[in-house]
């Protein structure tokens, strides 16, 4: 008896499959973590139900999930608008701290009204962070470096300049404490109608928006899409790689600067040493899982934003070790991508006889 | 049909998702015959045979060989029957020597080791000892018995194109098959090498091996085969003896329709030149001279045939004058402007239109729509809003849909859903020539336009060319088909190791010194007898080639 596989492209996806796997393997993934919740003695359902439904109904929760999306979601944008052009940006995460240190630098030092203010350390924070994501799409565009690599290696860079920065010439504050000084009210970005969620989640939309509106609509987009899918039919069709490589990392250089600063500004209130938040790596699967679009990746991050905070609200409420909430949002993920296989491919599995005359030929070793 | 079939395939039915790419076929062949198979891109050749080949599982149908049913479920069972294929993209590895390349895949245990050992021990030195000696003898005898000039300790990167094409053919003999299916395997051949091609098929046929021949062109199926099956959109035509047909009924029967052979060529008046390129010299990535200091003129209404041999300079020629890389030295003008050194997109921008050789890598973007690759040169014009802030993907689908149905590129249903990899050979480059010639270009340069083209769309493909030259467009036109070269230029250069041996005139071409020139086999000299207005331009240019190209021999 032999086990057969038999896998085949899909020509059309059903629609159902579309909208259903997310669905199927999110159930799926949970239910394999449940073995693990049952051997910690706790109720699997219990424990959902605080992670998910807890989360999306309370508005404290929905606050949360939101602020915590911010990030996510400009990040997973700097990993996305790359991978349109067909470039991995692995250093989401060094440009983000780059640029919250930049905004926090001008938030410190400049005197303006908030009106003013948010906007310039916006500003900063952008810029450094373009900088900062120039440099390897430079080094690609004219020489052909690995910008996987060289995001990737910048990233330790920039976690060191950092370590200098605010333990050094930045540090500031009462005591010695390795922080920068408590960010002026006026460099503080507001609460949005007392939701508790801060504005910066608008910056978030207004820059899926942009994403999509040039990916979607201008020229430019259409220079990425073409150069993502094949850059030496689009040189010979006289686009301009050297152009659109900078373009996309500049632009998701600064859309991670933006995460950055408004996590400094939104939520954090100060720049501390410690400062790592790992937003940066998680982009790079909220970019994979919403490759097809601005808006999915919207999705993408707003569904990671909510498996964090329900993770978090259920270690707490039901003393589940931080380990193992880490475990469920890990298989979620992977279930999510093995499901990306499964909608374009059928797999067929079957017992056959095993027909075959030769088995001899194929151990050798009984010859 | 006094003798029983050596192979019959029967009714083989096989569909892909929406396509039935084999209607209940049947196909037999002799032993001892050189069958041919004919048929325009998709119209099924390549799935029978990898059915044959256990590649693909049929939907239904037998496969009989020898009297046998064979169930076939992957090559090695086809390589076990008795079948071997050679395929069209040669499967070698080119650091490994020949004798390496023929055992790849196979075990067999180093000569002293083969006798004494346990049953064990043997199993284990046939997995990991590599004996080389008798392999090698056999390949040797082989390659005598068939009249092969291959050494079996040479590195396949040493070989050329011919040679490496019979280590293929021998890969499949030293697994003792009595069935070999030859893959298009002219399409990488000089006309040369083919000929031998076809002395060391006739060997092998005289030795009794059936030999299935894929081809789609017609001359080949004249010049070789005993039979022929033609294929049509998946469904068999017939199978008839060479012999009693003719070359208009063979295209007949593959397209369904009459083919003009003979194109109408009517005279243009030619103006003033469109390009102008002087002592062009480039180097290829290992830093080996290509071209080695090219002059050519082309003006407008006139089509200039460069034949050659591929690997002489063609690609980096085409390349140049269509604006991607910059030469080493020499200026590029352009309607009298120096474009030496310009970017692709002022190329672009001043009206030159290139068909790439290789379609997939630089004509189009596999992944992306139909529409995405028919407008890619375009999409900066003014009628797709060139003028405010976004792109007009409508007009960018009316304008692809417009392409589409003046080229008759077919299989698209949806401009915006199809994709160019989804098309087949020709119409993809029917799609690119469209994109190429619909926005009038000053300069067109073709590089290899109808290479692994069906007849039928190397029809449309010529005539849209000669179309084009009437409306005033220079062309300069790469081909390494000869026939092509001669009835579509107004003036033939030979190209060889990057220069110009050897000029003519389609009326003049004398075929076998051209094709000589081709292999570098004679100094360049050009004929008397020219019209003035020939002469005259061989003075400015293809003379001047031809005189370095005389000197440098």
Same mark, same amino acid.
């Given at each position: 008896?032999?086990?057969?596989?038999?896998?085949?492209?899909?020509?059309?996806?059903?629609?159902?499959?579309?909208?259903?796997?997310?669905?199927?393997?999110?159930?799926?993934?949970?239910?394999?973590?449940?073995?693990? @919740?049952?051997?910690?003695?706790?109720?699997?359902?219990?424990?959902?139900?605080?992670?998910?439904?807890?989360?999306?109904?309370?508005?404290?929760?929905?606050?949360?999930? @939101?602020?915590?999306?911010?990030?996510?979601?400009?990040?997973?944008?700097?990993?996305?608008?790359?991978?349109?052009?067909?470039?991995?940006?692995?250093?989401?995460?060094?440009?983000?701290?780059?640029?919250?240190?930049?905004?926090?630098?001008?938030?410190?030092?400049?005197?303006?009204?908030?009106?003013?203010?948010?906007?310039?350390?916006?500003?900063?924070?952008?810029? %450094?962070?373009?900088?900062?994501?120039?440099?390897?799409?430079?080094?690609?565009?004219?020489?052909?470096?690995?910008?996987?690599?060289?995001?990737?290696?910048?990233?330790?860079?920039? @976690?060191?300049?950092?370590?200098?920065?605010?333990?050094?010439?930045?540090?500031?504050?009462?005591?010695?404490?390795?922080?920068?000084?408590?960010?002026?009210? %006026?460099?503080?970005?507001?609460?949005?109608?007392?939701?508790?969620?801060?504005?910066?989640?608008?910056?978030?939309?207004?820059?899926?928006?942009?994403?999509?509106?040039?990916?979607?609509?201008?020229?430019?987009?259409?220079?990425?899409?073409?150069?993502?899918?094949?850059?030496?039919?689009?040189?010979?069709?006289?686009?301009?790689?050297?152009?659109?490589?900078?373009?996309?990392?500049?632009?998701?250089?600064?859309?991670?600067?933006?995460?950055?600063?408004?996590?400094?500004?939104?939520?954090?209130?100060?720049?501390?040493?410690?400062?790592?938040?790992?937003?940066?790596?998680?982009?790079?699967?909220?970019?994979?899982?919403?490759?097809?679009?601005?808006?999915?990746?919207?999705?993408?991050?707003?569904?990671?934003?909510?498996?964090?905070?329900?993770?978090?609200?259920?270690?707490?409420?039901?003393?589940?070790?931080?380990?193992?909430?880490?475990?469920?949002?890990?298989?979620?993920?992977?279930?999510?991508?093995?499901?990306?296989?499964?909608?374009?491919?059928?797999?067929?599995?079957?017992?056959?006889?095993?027909?075959?005359?030769?088995?001899?030929?194929?151990?050798?070793?009984?010859? | 049909?006094?003798?029983?079939?050596?192979?019959?395939?029967?009714?083989?039915?096989?569909?892909?998702?929406?396509?039935?790419?084999?209607?209940?076929?049947?196909?037999?062949?002799?032993?001892?015959?050189?069958?041919?198979?004919?048929?325009?891109?998709?119209?099924?050749?390549?799935?029978?045979?990898?059915?044959?080949?256990?590649?693909?599982?049929?939907?239904?149908?037998?496969?009989?060989?020898?009297?046998?049913?064979?169930?076939?479920?992957?090559?090695?069972?086809?390589?076990?029957?008795?079948?071997?294929?050679?395929?069209?993209?040669?499967?070698?590895?080119?650091?490994?020597?020949?004798?390496?390349?023929?055992?790849?895949?196979?075990?067999?245990?180093?000569?002293?080791?083969?006798?004494?050992?346990?049953?064990?021990?043997?199993?284990?030195?046939?997995?990991?000892?590599?004996?080389?000696?008798?392999?090698?003898?056999?390949?040797?005898?082989?390659?005598?018995?068939?009249?092969?000039?291959?050494?079996?300790?040479?590195?396949?990167?040493?070989?050329?194109?011919?040679?490496? !094409?019979?280590?293929?053919?021998?890969?499949?003999?030293?697994?003792?098959?009595?069935?070999?299916?030859?893959?298009?395997?002219?399409?990488?051949?000089?006309?040369?090498?083919?000929?031998?091609?076809?002395?060391?098929?006739?060997?092998?046929?005289?030795?009794?091996?059936?030999?299935?021949?894929?081809?789609?062109?017609?001359?080949?199926?004249?010049?070789?085969?005993?039979?022929?099956?033609?294929?049509?959109?998946?469904?068999?035509?017939?199978?008839?003896?060479?012999?009693?047909?003719?070359?208009?009924?063979?295209?007949?029967?593959?397209?369904?329709?009459?083919?003009?052979?003979?194109?109408?060529?009517?005279?243009?008046?030619?103006?003033?030149? $469109?390009?102008?390129?002087?002592?062009?010299?480039?180097?290829?990535?290992?830093?080996?001279? $290509?071209?080695?200091?090219?002059?050519?003129?082309?003006?407008?209404?006139?089509?200039?045939?460069?034949?050659?041999?591929?690997?002489?300079?063609?690609? !980096?020629?085409? =390349?140049?004058?269509?604006?991607?890389?910059?030469?080493?030295?020499?200026?590029? =003008?352009?309607?009298?402007?120096?474009?030496?050194?310009?970017?692709?997109?002022?190329?672009?921008?001043?009206?030159?239109?290139?068909?790439?050789?290789?379609?997939?890598?630089?004509?189009?973007?596999?992944?992306?729509?139909?529409?995405?690759?028919?407008?890619?040169?375009?999409?900066?014009?003014?009628?797709?809003?060139?003028?405010?802030?976004?792109?007009?993907?409508?007009?960018?689908?009316?304008?692809?849909?417009?392409?589409?149905?003046?080229?008759?590129?077919?299989?698209?249903?949806?401009?915006?859903? $199809?994709?160019?990899?989804?098309?087949?050979?020709?119409?993809?480059?029917?799609?690119?020539?469209?994109?190429?010639?619909?926005?009038?270009?000053?300069?067109?340069?073709?590089?290899?336009?109808?290479?692994?083209?069906?007849?039928?769309?190397?029809?449309?493909?010529?005539?849209?060319?000669?179309?084009?030259?009437?409306?005033?467009?220079?062309?300069?036109?790469?081909?390494?088909?000869?026939?092509?070269?001669?009835?579509?230029?107004?003036?033939?250069?030979?190209?060889?190791?990057?220069?110009?041996?050897?000029?003519?005139?389609?009326?003049?071409?004398?075929?076998?010194?051209?094709?000589?020139?081709?292999?570098?086999?004679?100094?360049?000299?050009?004929?008397?007898?020219?019209?003035?207005?020939?002469?005259?331009?061989?003075?400015?240019?293809?003379?001047?080639?031809?005189?370095?190209?005389?000197?440098?021999?």
């Amino acid at each position: 008896m032999n086990l057969a596989v038999d896998v085949q492209a899909r020509e059309n996806v059903p629609p159902w499959l579309v909208y259903g796997t997310p669905v199927f393997t999110v159930i799926a993934a949970l239910a394999v973590s449940a073995v693990a @919740l049952v051997a910690l003695e706790v109720s699997p359902i219990e424990a959902y139900s605080v992670m998910f439904v807890e989360t999306v109904t309370d508005p404290f929760g929905i606050a949360e999930t @939101l602020k915590k999306a911010v990030p996510l979601v400009l990040t997973g944008l700097a990993v996305y608008l790359p991978l349109k052009a067909g470039l991995w940006n692995i250093g989401a995460e060094g440009q983000l701290i780059l640029g919250g240190i930049a905004g926090t630098w001008v938030g410190l030092n400049v005197s303006l009204p908030w009106f003013a203010l948010l906007p310039l350390m916006f500003l900063g924070a952008s810029l %450094a962070a373009a900088f900062w994501a120039a440099v390897p799409a430079w080094l690609r565009a004219k020489w052909d470096i690995n910008e996987i690599i060289t995001t990737l290696l910048l990233t330790f860079v920039a @976690l060191n300049l950092k370590n200098y920065l605010i333990r050094g010439p930045m540090q500031g504050g009462t005591g010695t404490f390795p922080q920068t000084a408590r960010l002026p009210e %006026a460099a503080r970005i507001p609460e949005l109608f007392s939701t508790g969620v801060h504005a910066g989640v608008l910056v978030a939309l207004v820059m899926v928006g942009v994403t999509w509106v040039l990916l979607q609509k201008t020229r430019l987009g259409y220079e990425i899409t073409f150069v993502g899918s094949n850059h030496e039919a689009a040189t010979q069709a006289g686009m301009s790689k050297y152009k659109v490589y900078l373009l996309v990392f500049v632009l998701g250089g600064a859309f991670a600067g933006m995460a950055g600063i408004s996590e400094i500004a939104g939520i954090q209130g100060r720049f501390r040493a410690g400062f790592e938040p790992g937003y940066g790596f998680t982009a790079i699967v909220i970019a994979l899982l919403g490759r097809n679009g601005a808006l999915k990746v919207l999705l993408a991050g707003l569904f990671f934003a909510l498996i964090t905070v329900g993770g978090t609200s259920m270690e707490v409420a039901l003393g589940i070790p931080a380990a193992l909430t880490e475990v469920i949002q890990a298989l979620i993920i992977l279930f999510l991508i093995t499901a990306e296989f499964f909608k374009n491919y059928r797999v067929s599995v079957g017992l056959e006889r095993d027909t075959s005359s030769t088995p001899a030929s194929a151990t050798g070793g009984d010859a | 049909m006094t003798e029983a079939p050596f192979l019959r395939m029967e009714e083989i039915h096989k569909e892909f998702p929406g396509v039935v790419a084999n209607d209940r076929v049947d196909f037999s062949v002799r032993r001892g015959e050189i069958h041919g198979l004919l048929g325009e891109n998709g119209a099924g050749k390549s799935t029978l045979m990898k059915i044959l080949y256990g590649l693909y599982s049929p939907d239904g149908g037998d496969i009989w060989l020898d009297g046998t049913r064979l169930d076939l479920e992957s090559p090695q069972d086809a390589i076990d029957a008795g079948i071997g294929m050679v395929h069209q993209h040669f499967m070698l590895i080119p650091r490994l020597s020949v004798t390496e390349n023929v055992v790849l895949g196979e075990r067999e245990p180093a000569g002293r080791f083969r006798t004494s050992m346990g049953s064990l021990l043997d199993g284990l030195v046939s997995r990991f000892s590599l004996g080389l000696e008798e392999p090698a003898d056999r390949i040797r005898d082989l390659a005598g018995q068939y009249g092969f000039d291959v050494d079996p300790t040479a590195k396949i990167w040493q070989l050329d194109v011919g040679q490496q !094409q019979r280590v293929e053919i021998l890969k499949a003999l030293y697994r003792d098959v009595d069935l070999l299916i030859l893959d298009e395997p002219t399409a990488v051949l000089t006309p040369n090498e083919a000929e031998r091609l076809f002395e060391s098929l006739e060997r092998l046929a005289e030795e009794g091996i059936a030999i299935i021949f894929i081809t789609h062109k017609l001359k080949e199926i004249d010049a070789i085969t005993d039979r022929v099956t033609v294929l049509r959109e998946g469904a068999k035509v017939g199978t008839v003896d060479t012999a009693d047909v003719t070359r208009e009924d063979l295209a007949e029967m593959m397209v369904g329709r009459e083919v003009l052979f003979d194109l109408e060529k009517d005279p243009v008046e030619i103006g003033d030149p $469109v390009l102008q390129a002087r002592g062009l010299r480039a180097r290829d990535q290992r830093d080996i001279e $290509v071209l080695a200091g090219v002059d050519l003129t082309v003006r407008a209404g006139e089509v200039v045939g460069i034949a050659g041999v591929s690997g002489n300079g063609q690609k !980096q020629l085409a =390349e140049l004058v269509a604006g991607l890389g910059d030469p080493t030295d020499g200026t590029i =003008e352009l309607m009298g402007t120096d474009l030496t050194g310009a970017s692709p997109r002022e190329f672009v921008d001043h009206d030159v239109s290139f068909v790439p050789e290789d379609r997939l890598r630089y004509g189009c973007a596999a992944d992306l729509s139909v529409m995405h690759n028919a407008t890619m040169k375009d999409f900066r014009q003014a009628r797709f809003g060139a003028n405010r802030p976004f792109l007009d993907y409508g007009e960018l689908r009316e304008y692809a849909e417009t392409l589409v149905e003046e080229f008759d590129v077919r299989g698209v249903q949806d401009v915006r859903a $199809v994709t160019a990899g989804d098309l087949s050979g020709g119409n993809l480059q029917k799609l690119i020539l469209a994109r190429e010639i619909y926005r009038d270009p000053d300069l067109l340069v073709a590089n290899q336009p109808t290479r692994g083209v069906d007849v039928g769309a190397i029809e449309f493909i010529r005539e849209s060319i000669l179309e084009q030259r009437e409306r005033g467009t220079g062309v300069v036109l790469i081909s390494e088909d000869l026939d092509e070269i001669v009835d579509l230029s107004d003036r033939i250069l030979v190209i060889y190791e990057g220069e110009f041996v050897h000029e003519t005139t389609p009326e003049e071409a004398d075929r076998e010194r051209v094709g000589l020139a081709m292999t570098g086999g004679e100094a360049a000299a050009t004929d008397g007898g020219r019209d003035p207005i020939d002469a005259g331009r061989a003075a400015t240019d293809g003379g001047g080639a031809a005189d370095r190209g005389a000197d440098g021999r």
